[in-house]
Structure formats: structure tokens, C-alpha cells
């Protein structure tokens, strides 16, 4: 009520300001003309009652301007005045103001957008209801080598779902493509498979629709399809009537079920269908670690009570479940599977957090840098003001009213740094999200939301304040007495100055060299990881493509075979293609994870042989890639039409079983007891299939149709990408060309994932490459502010000198000392915040760890030339006022004052 | 000024205003008399604090106001009291007697 009334009455006098004032004069003049016509009542003259109630009324303008006083909507007219006045300040000193505020606004705008980028990658949850109970089902099995493993069978997966007591409910999942015909043009999707619990897992139910059932997991049954909104908009116009169609995928009618809601999103995923992922329970061994597995915590379990859990039924699920044709039953004690969930956040952030933190403190501290030098801006300025501050101080005015007027100064810089630098965040994060150069997590959920507004404008402010500190502490409470006494500023007064910004300086040196040492640090690391031979030669001169041959439109293995090595064949007759290949997986892409036996080398029935990585190659997959072949020869054509079991491996393979690459030629591998004996043909050269900051992972390559017993047919594989060796690469018409090739051959396969070789190998170095930018940004302008500061200081201890300078140079000191004064001083200051810096790498680039490659976090030659540099440049900085100390002309400087 | 006279004790000067205005509108100057007739000249108000209450008073509701002509047909800003500023002033005269009487209780006892 009266808060109302407050308000109200606040805002009608500040509305009707020139009314409501000159209604308070009246009434304060009837006062004083009531009270002296009460004296003249009282017989007294009019002159002298004037004066008896001047005397005791007191002055009747101080009265009106008590009353005026009163109320909040005077405070906030005071604080738009002295807001004016503090534009009109900054106005006048536009140079000053628009440096100051564009450091800021670059400061302010990339400690945003980083910040965007890790609230949005690592502090939000996952966009599901109570995410933090979503945990990924990876286990470890180090008997077989495998420190994380990501993937999990249908045994495990069915004996979790029956027995478990932690989890609310476990789903597998499994990416796939098929290819969609009788649609529109024969289209390959990937489609995302899940069982029927996936979705309630995620909290996750269809726009419209159904969801699936538990009969939807059985392979015998028929089989569905749920759509994803943007699939069910670009594919059937947004129709409310799909429900109940059916949809072709690889030659198989698909009930559709529904439409998913377009929020969902999951693990960064792309996928067009969601279909049931189906097993036949009687069919079930305990082997095919190839799906992927999620779970619900009940409430208030927690990971490690779900990891016991699980623990306890690994055994289980071996008395349960067959063992894997040709293995034992003891297989899972003997890979020594155990489980080690994680919450499906981390699974899906992988160690990208690393990162994401060390740049975030990298960029504040290039923002901490740029306060400093603002701040150095702002003691100049008010040093000029100090005679103001001094008189105002001596009229009267009160040392918090100075110190709200310098803040108001800072804090309004502060806020319009903040301003332009959402307007950079902004642009930032569009680029960074479109560009698709970080190869982030989560990255399509980054945008600047009300999170990222509120933190740029709070440490606008906060910066504000910051940078006004140190002016107002200095300044704020000026000293009167010292202050009046004379013209000129003190000698005091100017060497406690001075002493501040120096202080400033060695701060920034300081930390401009630690941005310097990291940013060398990324640099050395990126140089070492693009001088790794990835075990590929120009992978930019290598167009690739997948092509999947379905089963519903070719059955036989032989024709599918034949049509892959037609299209081959007529790809190579493109002009400007110098050889051609494919394989199952494109380097840097995996392949598929199983044991290898060496046929002299005797596995006790325990023991698991090591797992090795499996490719399968097309003849000439080598020589076009550009990998060498050192022992041995190639995989031809006649070994994979007459099904010869041939083999070839790669060099750290063959090291690892033989010593030596020529002493692995001949021997006879396989992957399981029950298969026959592959012999090796060849030595590759080793492949850096995992990144290049991970060791190459030993690699066997297979003909891409493969016999594994005299008994069973041969296996082929229907999903090959192609590698295509051209200096054409990527123009549009090579593409067409290469359209029109396999369509000749047969045109209802779809072309996928059109890329080059050249874009998956830097995907791979993303990272890298986005941490190194990031702070070769940072480190620059560190740099470029640290040198701006040493520079401002001399110039303007050089300025305040200058009669000293005259003198010396009257007195006649030569030049050169003249000049030594003030680089010698920009030494010191540069000096002493080298050597912080330094101490301080030292300890924080050792948190640098996890990003570097090839080069030690403590690496002493990035850490010399990055002090170098600064040096160098600082020298630079303090030399260049000096030399104008230098040629300062006695007679001028003497005459000045 | 009077050797008496004293400044009003803080907090009172509200109910001192909302006591005289009681009997009926006053405008400032009216007040400001009246009160120093009825204390004795004991109460002496400055005019800056006797209108700056009437702002809070008026803000908080108690008081209503009006430009009218005095009986001397001059216009003049006349306060008069609200029923709210009638319960204040019962209350906080109410309160104020029990502290009073308190206070006056404590002095007089022997101890």
C-alpha cells in the first residue's frame, strides 16, 4: 500500500518536477511571510522582524532545498546527473574512451563466448529429465587389451535388463545406415536403433504416435519405424496422415510408428529414423560387443552401488548366454570384462572439459590483462583531475561522492565494453558453431542465452569496478594540505604513481607471458602432431564416398562384389583420377575390434589374444592412399574372386608378434579356433587410425571378401567407402562425374558422405587446432596489450620528467644516457614480470598436460623464445620514448613551465 | 533563540504534527506556531524537517492536502489529518504514553 503510494509520489514529482518545485517555493515563502507577519503582529517593525526570522528560521532556500531532498526518485535524479556529466566526460576523450572500451569489449566478448561454450558443453545437463541419472554402460576389459570399452553385447545387455537392482531401465542403441528407396530418389539414412526402453530411459515420448513395445525387440516380429521431426518435415511435409505407412529401407517394409518432438537430440548423433534394434533371445551368445548401452539410475543410487551391481552379474551372464562360436564360456572372465559406467554427459563430453577449462582461464586472463590496462588509462586520467578532485575535496564535497563519480567513470566503461562484447560473443559463436572447426560436443546446442547476457554483463561490471579500484583508492581521498600547497603535483605524490603502474605492468607482463608460453606450447604441439605421417600421403588429393549395396537389391555375394568392382572401374576412367580403392572403414575411422591368433603362437584355452583393428580392403587401397608396402605384396583381385585367405598387417603388428616385418611374411593368422588359417602377404606401414596424438593401433587388413572356413560361405562387405585419388578433388563437376559413374553401373545406390580424405584427417586434429587458434588469439593480444602498457608507462614517466630531462641534457649528459634512464626502467619493470611469469608457467602449463603432444609442458625452448619475444617487445616499447626523451631540447622544456 | 527551547526528540516530531492537525487543517507555518504555543516554547521546528514530514507523512498516507485561501485571502498549502493518520496518531500515541510512563517510572525509583 504505501510502497505503492511511495512510487506513485515518486514518479508524479519527477514528472512534474518544475511544478511540484515551485509549489514548494510558494509554501515555503508563505511560511516565512506568515512568520514575519506574526512578529509585525507582535509590534515589532518590518525591517527588524525580517531579520529576527531570518535568524531563526534560517535561510529559506536551504529549507526548500532540505525538502527537496527527500524522497528515492532524488537519488536516482542525481545519479542521471552525475551519469550525464560522466558521458560528457567520456565524450570529450573519445580516444581514450573508445581504446579503452574496445580492449574491453574483445576482453569481455571472448571470455563470453568461451564461457557460452562451457556452460552449454559442460555445466548444462543433457536436455532429458533428471539427466544425472543417465549413465553410458561401458565396462573395461583389459584382458583383451581394451582399457574402455564403449561397446556391449545383447548378453550382457539382456542379463542387466533381467537381473539388475540399480537401474531404472536399460536400452542399447546402435548407429546404422540404411538406404531408403520408393520414396524419393533411393536416399542412404542413418538410422538410429534402439530397444524398446531407450526411450522411456530418455523421458523421451513421440510428438505424435506410438512409442515402441517390448514385442518391438524381437526379431521376429514386424518391424517399425519412428521419424525424426526435420525427416518428417523434408521427407512427408509435415503430414499428420504417416502414422500406419510404411516405409522402404533396404528393400523392407517399415510400419511408420510416429514423429519424435524436434528438441530430440542425442550424443550428437545425426539420424533421420529411429527403428527397434531386434535379437532373437534364443539366439543370443555371449559375444557382438557391437551396441552401445544406456541406463537409468533408480534414485539415489549411485555409480559405484551400479557398478557392483553389475559386476556381480558378469558371471551370470556367462552361465546364462552360449559362448561365441569357436570361443569359451569363460570368455568374459578371461577378456576380464568389468564394468565402469559413467554418466552419460561425461561418456558424450569425452575429454574435451580439459580444454574447454584451460581456455576459458586463458581467456580471462586476457581480459584481466585488458583491466589493466585500462586501469593504467584511468590513473592517468584522473592524475590530470587531481587538482579538481583537490579543490571539490577542499569545498566540501565528500570522499564518497568522488569515488561514486570515478566508479560511475569505470563502471560505464565496464557496461559498454559488455555491450559491444555480447555483440562479439555473439558473432563468435555463430562462426564457431557454423564453422564446425571445433568438432565440439554438443555443438548444436551452443547459442548465446540468457546465461551467457547475464555473465557478460556481471563481469562487465565487475570488471568496471576492477579497473576503478585502483583510481579510486588512490584518488578518492585526496590529500588537501599536500594537495594546495603549490602548483604542481608532489614529488610524494607522483613516485606512489608511478609505483602503482609499475606494479600494473609486472602483472601483465607477467601474464602476457604466460599466455605466450601456452600459446607456444599449443603451437609446438600442433607442429609435432601435422609432422606425424598419418600413414597416408595428400589426403586432400583423396575424394571419398560410402556406398552401401542392400541385400534387397542384390543378393548374391559375387554380384555385389562385381558391382563394386565396376563402379571402381569406372571411376578410374574419369579424367584426372590416378588410382582408385575402397575399403570397409576410411583411415581415421576405426573398423571393427576382434582377437587375432597366430598360428605359432599357442594360446593356452584362457587366454585371449590381444584385439587388433580389421579393415577390409579393395586391391590398390595402399598404393592410393600412399602408404608403403614393406615386405610382401598387395592384395589382387584374382585373391579375393578365388577367395584366398591372404592377410596383411601392419608394421607395429608384425613387429609386435615377429620382431621383425620380413619374418611375419608367411604366417597364418585368424581371428577364432573354429576358422581357417589366413596367411600373411604383405607389411603395410602403420596407420594412425586413432588421431595422431594416439599410437597407430596394429591394423589387419582382409580382402573385402573374406572366407573364414572351407565351410561356410564367404563374408562381403555391402557398406564400402570409396577412395579416389585425383588432383580434382571436391569440384563439383568431378562429383557429378563420379555420380554419373556409379549410377551407370547402378542407379539405385545412394552416394554418402561426400567428403575427402583431407577433411577427416583435420576433424581428427579439431581440437587441436581450435585450442591452438584459441590461444595464439590470446597470446597476441596479450602480448599487444602488455607491449601497449610498457610503452604507456615510459611515455609517460617520460612526460613527467621532462624538466629533468632538460636539465641533465642542459648539464650535458649525453644522449645515450638520457635514453638508458627510461629503457632501463622498461628493462626492470619487464624483467621482474618475466621472472614471475616464468616461476608461474612453470606450475600452470603443467595443467596444460592433456592438450600437449610431442612437447613437454615444461619445454624449455618454447619457454626461452616466448620470453624472447616479450622481451624484445617490451624493448621495443620502452625504447621508442625513450629515444624521444633523448632528443628533448633543453631550452624548450626549461622555457615550458 | 529561548534558552528552553530544544530541538524535538527524534521520532516525535511525526506525532506532534499529526496531534495538531487532530483538531483541524492547518497549513505549515500554522503547525509549526501551534506547537510551540501548546509546548510552551519548548518545541522550536525548523521549516527545512517541519515540510519534509509533511512529505513523508503525506506519502505514507496520513496526511491529505490542499491549496486553499487563508482568511487573509492568501493561498496556502493546508495539511489535514486522514482516518489512517487519525489510527497512527492513536497508536503511536498509545505507545508513546506506555514508554513514558516506563521512562518516568525508572527515574523515580530508589534504588
Given at each position: 500500500m504505501s510502497l505503492w503510494r511511495q512510487i506513485l509520489y515518486g514518479i508524479r514529482k519527477l514528472i512534474f518536477r518544475r511544478d511540484h518545485d515551485q509549489q514548494l517555493a510558494d509554501e515555503v515563502q508563505h511560511y516565512f511571510e506568515e512568520a514575519v507577519k506574526e512578529k509585525i503582529a507582535r509590534g515589532i517593525s518590518e525591517n527588524q522582524a525580517l531579520k529576527q526570522v531570518r535568524l531563526e528560521l534560517g535561510n529559506p532556500l536551504s529549507a526548500r532545498e532540505s525538502v527537496r531532498e527527500y524522497g528515492w526518485e532524488n537519488h536516482l535524479e542525481i545519479f542521471f546527473t552525475d551519469l550525464r556529466l560522466t558521458f560528457r566526460r567520456l565524450r570529450k576523450n573519445p580516444s581514450f574512451t573508445i581504446t579503452s572500451v574496445l580492449t574491453l569489449a574483445l576482453g569481455i566478448g571472448a571470455t563470453t563466448t568461451i564461457f557460452s561454450v562451457v556452460n552449454k558443453v559442460l555445466i548444462q545437463p543433457l536436455p532429458f529429465t533428471q539427466s544425472d541419472r543417465l549413465v553410458a554402460l561401458t565396462h573395461t576389459a583389459p584382458g583383451v587389451g581394451m582399457k574402455v570399452m564403449e561397446q556391449i553385447s545383447p548378453s550382457l545387455y539382456f542379463t542387466y535388463l533381467e537381473h539388475n537392482q540399480t537401474l531404472e531401465g536399460i536400452g542399447l542403441w546402435n548407429i546404422r545406415t540404411q538406404t531408403v528407396t520408393e520414396l524419393m530418389e533411393p536416399e542412404e539414412v542413418t538410422v538410429l536403433a534402439v530397444t524398446h526402453l531407450f526411450l522411456p530411459i530418455l523421458n523421451v515420448n513421440p510428438l505424435f504416435g506410438r512409442a515402441f513395445t517390448?514385442?518391438?525387440?524381437?526379431?521376429?516380429n514386424a518391424k517399425s519405424v519412428l521419424l525424426t521431426f526435420d525427416y518428417w518435415q523434408s521427407h512427408f511435409g509435415s503430414a499428420q496422415d504417416v502414422v500406419g505407412k510404411n516405409i522402404t529401407l533396404d528393400g523392407n517394409s517399415y510400419e511408420i510408428r510416429g514423429v519424435l518432438p524436434s528438441s530430440f537430440r542425442f550424443m550428437d548423433q545425426k539420424f533421420s529414423l529411429l527403428s527397434p534394434l531386434q535379437f532373437r533371445r534364443d539366439a543370443v551368445h555371449l559375444g557382438d560387443f557391437s551396441h552401445r548401452g544406456i541406463g537409468r539410475l533408480k534414485p539415489g543410487i549411485t555409480l559405484e552401488q551400479a557398478n557392483t551391481d553389475i559386476r556381480r552379474m558378469i558371471p551370470l551372464a556367462s552361465r546364462i548366454f552360449p559362448p561365441s562360436p569357436g570361443f569359451n564360456s569363460t570368455m568374459l572372465a578371461d577378456a576380464k570384462v568389468a564394468p565402469v559406467l559413467m554418466p552419460l554427459k561425461d561418456n558424450l563430453i569425452g575429454n574435451t572439459g580439459d580444454m574447454l577449462w584451460i581456455l576459458m582461464t586463458t581467456i580471462s586472463i586476457v581480459l584481466l590483462i585488458a583491466c589493466t590496462n585500462i586501469a593504467n588509462l584511468l590513473l592517468v586520467r584522473s592524475e590530470g583531475r587531481y587538482q579538481e578532485f583537490i579543490v571539490r575535496k577542499a569545498l566540501g564535497e565528500s570522499s564518497g561522492r568522488l569515488a561514486c563519480e570515478l566508479f560511475m567513470e569505470s563502471i560505464s566503461l565496464g557496461i559498454m565494453g559488455g555491450f559491444i562484447g555480447l555483440v562479439i560473443a555473439y558473432a563468435a559463436l555463430q562462426t564457431l558453431t557454423a564453422s564446425g572447426i571445433s568438432n565440439l560436443p554438443r555443438l548444436e546446442e551452443i547459442y548465446l542465452d540468457i546465461h551467457s547476457v547475464v555473465f557478460s554483463i556481471c563481469i562487465a561490471i565487475l570488471s568496471g569496478i576492477s579497473f576503478g579500484l585502483i583510481p579510486v583508492w588512490r584518488y578518492a581521498k585526496p590529500n588537501i594540505s599536500l594537495g594546495l600547497r603549490g602548483s604542481g603535483r608532489t614529488q610524494s605524490q607522483n613516485r606512489d604513481q608511478q609505483r602503482t603502474r609499475s606494479i600494473l605492468i609486472v602483472c601483465q607482463v607477467a601474464l602476457a607471458l604466460i599466455l605466450l608460453i601456452s600459446s607456444g606450447l599449443m603451437v609446438r604441439t600442433s607442429w609435432e602432431l601435422s609432422n606425424i605421417d598419418p600413414g597416408f600421403k595428400n589426403p586432400n588429393q583423396l575424394q571419398t564416398f560410402r556406398i552401401s549395396i542392400p541385400h534387397s537389391q542384390v543378393q548374391e555375394r559375387e554380384k555385389v562384389l562385381r558391382m563394386q568392382n565396376d563402379i571402381l572401374d569406372r571411376i578410374s576412367?574419369?579424367?584426372?583420377?590416378?588410382s582408385v580403392a575402397f575399403s570397409s572403414q576410411l583411415p581415421l575411422e576405426g573398423g571393427v575390434e576382434d582377437p587375432v591368433y597366430a598360428e605359432d603362437y599357442v594360446h593356452s584355452i584362457n587366454e585371449m589374444p590381444g584385439v587388433r583393428r580389421h579393415k577390409g580392403i579393395s586391391p590398390e587401397f595402399f598404393s592410393t592412399i600412399g602408404a608403403k608396402i614393406i615386405e610382401g605384396r598387395d592384395i589382387s583381385w584374382e585373391d579375393i574372386y578365388t577367395q584366398k585367405q591372404v592377410a596383411i598387417i601392419t608394421e607395429n603388428f608384425a613387429r609386435e608378434l615377429w620382431q621383425t616385418p620380413a619374418l611375419a611374411l608367411g604366417k597364418r593368422l585368424r581371428n577364432n579356433f573354429d576358422e581357417d588359417w589366413s596367411e600373411v602377404i604383405g607389411i603395410v606401414s602403420d596407420l594412425h587410425d586413432d588421431g595422431m596424438n594416439q599410437a597407430p593401433p596394429q591394423v589387419a587388413y582382409w580382402p573385402t571378401m573374406r572366407k573364414y572356413s572351407a565351410k561356410s560361405p564367404p563374408n562381403i562387405t555391402r557398406n564400402v567407402s570409396y577412395l579416389i585419388r585425383s588432383d580434382r578433388t571436391n569440384s563439383s563437376t568431378f562429383i557429378q562425374e563420379l555420380r554419373q559413374a556409379v549410377a551407370a553401373v547402378n542407379p539405385n545406390l545412394p552416394i554418402a558422405n561426400i567428403s575427402t580424405l583431407g577433411e577427416v584427417y583435420s576433424r581428427s586434429m579439431a581440437k587441436t587446432t581450435f585450442a591452438t587458434i584459441l590461444l595464439i588469439i590470446a597470446g597476441s593480444l596479450s602480448l599487444i596489450l602488455g607491449v601497449i602498457g610498457i610503452y604507456g608507462v615510459i611515455a609517460y614517466s617520460v612526460s613527467q620528467r621532462i624538466r629533468e630531462i632538460g636539465i641533465r641534457v642542459a648539464l650535458g649528459a649525453p644522449l645515450k644516457n638520457v635514453a638508458g634512464i627510461f629503457v632501463r626502467y622498461g628493462i626492470i619493470l619487464c624483467g621482474v614480470g618475466t621472472f614471475i611469469g616464468l616461476i608461474a608457467s612453470f606450475f600452470l602449463?603443467?595443467?596444460?598436460h592433456s592438450l600437449l603432444f610431442g612437447v613437454s609442458a615444461t619445454d624449455l625452448a618454447t619457454y626461452f623464445f616466448a620470453t624472447l619475444c616479450l622481451f624484445l617487445a617490451s624493448l621495443a616499447a620502452s625504447y621508442i620514448p625513450a629515444r624521444r626523451a633523448a632528443k628533448v631540447d633543453p631550452a624548450v622544456t626549461l622555457r615550458a613551465e | 533563540m529561548d534558552e528552553q527551547s530544544t530541538d524535538?526528540?527524534?521520532?516525535t516530531l511525526d506525532m506532534l504534527i499529526l496531534k495538531t492537525l487532530s483538531l483541524e487543517p492547518l497549513h505549515g507555518f500554522g503547525i509549526a506556531k501551534r506547537i510551540e504555543q501548546i509546548s510552551q516554547g519548548v518545541f522550536r521546528i525548523n521549516p527545512g524537517s517541519l515540510l519534509t514530514a509533511f512529505q513523508r507523512l503525506e506519502r505514507m498516507g496520513w496526511l491529505n492536502s490542499e491549496w486553499r485561501q487563508t482568511e487573509n485571502s492568501r493561498r496556502a498549502k493546508f495539511y489535514s489529518l486522514t482516518t489512517a493518520g487519525r489510527e497512527q496518531l492513536e497508536a503511536e500515541t498509545k505507545q508513546w504514553t506506555r514508554r513514558a510512563d516506563a521512562i518516568t517510572r525508572v527515574l523515580k525509583a530508589e534504588i
Open positions: 517390448p514385442a518391438d525387440d524381437d526379431a521376429r576412367l574419369i579424367p584426372g583420377v590416378t602449463s603443467r595443467l596444460m | 524535538v526528540i527524534q521520532g
